[in-house]
């Protein structure tokens, strides 16, 4: 999204390396990508919003009408 990073194809291995030489050849770009990308994580992925998560998937397994045999696998990796 250009905010936090690049996106590069896994099977493309010059647009990785352009992206890093870009990376390596603007230091600040590097440095504010970066810290952009720790204020997301920080913002995102905070112990309240995780166990409220986990909270929320418990709710929906236990609800009434939930299958009996419901589990872990059943949910999404979001909701895990």
Do not use: C, F
């Not at 995780?50 to 998937?57: F, I």
């Amino acid at each position: 999204d250009r905010e936090n990073g690049w996106l590069v194809h896994p099977e493309r291995p010059a647009e990785l390396a352009r992206a890093l030489r870009i990376l390596l050849d603007t230091p600040q770009l590097a440095r504010q990508l970066g810290a952009n990308a720790r204020r997301t994580i920080e913002d995102r992925y905070t112990w309240e919003r995780s166990t409220d998560a986990l909270r929320g998937a418990y709710l929906r397994l236990t609800r009434k009408g939930a299958p009996a045999d419901a589990s872990m696998e059943n949910l999404s990796l979001a909701e895990r």
